[in-house]
């Protein structure tokens, strides 16, 4: 059965819209959990602009299930992930400006700080997931570098319009994971999925975790977390129960 780990950044997001306590993260994180949430997602950023310090530390405390922690290199987070001491840490690629993660981040590029990073936290006994385009070179390096896991971005499937590109998209994420499940990496996948386009990656073999935030939260507004929680659920496990028949 697939994982599906919640993120609730955005439950953070309409509470720092207004600098107030509520929506809070954590009571986010619970009802999650009653809707079937196999772990819970947040990405403290360096802006701080949704996930705050404080929402880290009392959902490492509350959490019953993972704690998946999205993360730069930054030495800051670095030692803020080493002493929460999160389930899972995902190094994440960050840039200021952007309204969300763009992209998987290039371990070619960033090789010296991602397996320094990747070190100190496997050190503390923190798995740790690098967060990259399905591109084979990359899947290698995630490998070279130590990395448990690898989830690739699924932005480039998400935003693919018309049957032809779906299905190249489909046919990349599909190599990448077979290669990396050869590679012995644990494979999740995440970035845009919702209720209608996390059928066809449910059925990818090899996939073990989709992390969902924005899909679930805006369904959340209107029929509750708890609801919006277990009818993605429901969508991944008929996805793959047709995926074996």
Not at 73 to 87: G, R, S
């Amino acid at each position: 059965m697939i994982r599906l780990g919640v993120n609730i950044d955005h439950v953070a997001t309409v509470r720092q819209a207004r600098r107030g306590a509520e929506p809070d993260p954590v009571a986010a994180a619970v009802l999650a959990t009653l809707g079937g949430a196999d772990g819970i997602t947040v990405h403290l950023r360096e802006d701080r602009r949704h996930i705050q310090d404080r929402d880290l530390r009392i959902l490492r405390d509350t959490v019953a299930t993972r704690l998946n922690m999205e993360m730069a290199t930054a030495e800051e987070i670095i030692q803020i992930a080493l002493a929460t001491k999160p389930d899972e840490a995902t190094l994440v690629p960050e840039k200021r400006q952007e309204l969300t993660t763009e992209g998987g981040l290039d371990v070619a590029a960033n090789s010296e700080a991602v397996k320094a990073a990747t070190a100190k936290l496997k050190d503390a006994g923190i798995q740790v997931s690098l967060f990259i385009d399905p591109d084979l070179e990359q899947v290698e390096l995630a490998k070279a570098v130590g990395a448990d896991a690898i989830e690739f971005q699924t932005a480039s499937y998400s935003e693919a319009r018309g049957a032809k590109a779906v299905e190249a998209e489909l046919v990349k994420l599909s190599t990448a994971t077979a290669h990396a499940k050869q590679r012995g990496l644990h494979v999740h996948m995440g970035h845009g999925l919702n209720y209608w386009n996390v059928q066809a990656i449910s059925r990818v073999a090899g996939v073990e975790e989709l992390n969902i935030g924005h899909s679930i939260i805006s369904r959340a507004v209107l029929v509750g977390m708890e609801r919006a929680v277990r009818e993605m659920k429901c969508a991944i496990s008929d996805a793959t129960q047709k995926r074996h028949e």
